[in-house]
């Protein structure tokens, strides 16, 4: 396989695309937890598991009761957001998925581009 002079520009690309996500993701993940991770958005939290639990159709020992509201819920388990919980516990496997994934999109670009600009060039 013979390489183009230009072929350098393609692991550059990916380790810039590769550092752009990893920063993202942590000064994402920092904003959101500052956001989430404090008194009053836990108190916001409790009264929606609170208007869950009134809206899920079952008393505290587990009979039935009559619905609140429009629709039937589920009262949410966890005593923290599920963006919390996300974040802090799987951000691991945040950032893995989000390198896949952008691996995966990043390959598949190459080889359109390179596909596209050798048409005319014989190997």
Do not use: C
Request: aromatic fraction near 12%; avoid cysteine; charge should be positive.
């Amino acid at each position: 396989m013979k390489f183009a002079r230009t072929d350098w520009i393609w692991p550059g690309l990916y380790a810039v695309m590769l550092a752009g996500i990893f920063w993202g993701l942590h000064v994402l993940r920092q904003q959101m937890l500052e956001q989430l991770d404090n008194p009053q958005a836990q108190a916001q939290w409790q009264a929606w598991r609170e208007t869950a639990a009134r809206q899920s159709g079952k008393d505290a020992s587990g009979h039935e009761q009559p619905v609140e509201g429009p629709v039937q819920r589920r009262q949410p388990r966890s005593s923290e957001p599920p963006t919390v919980v996300l974040l802090r516990d799987h951000f691991l496997l945040l950032q893995v998925a989000a390198v896949v994934f952008s691996s995966v999109f990043f390959g598949f670009f190459v080889l359109v581009t390179r596909g596209l600009t050798r048409q005319g060039v014989r190997a």
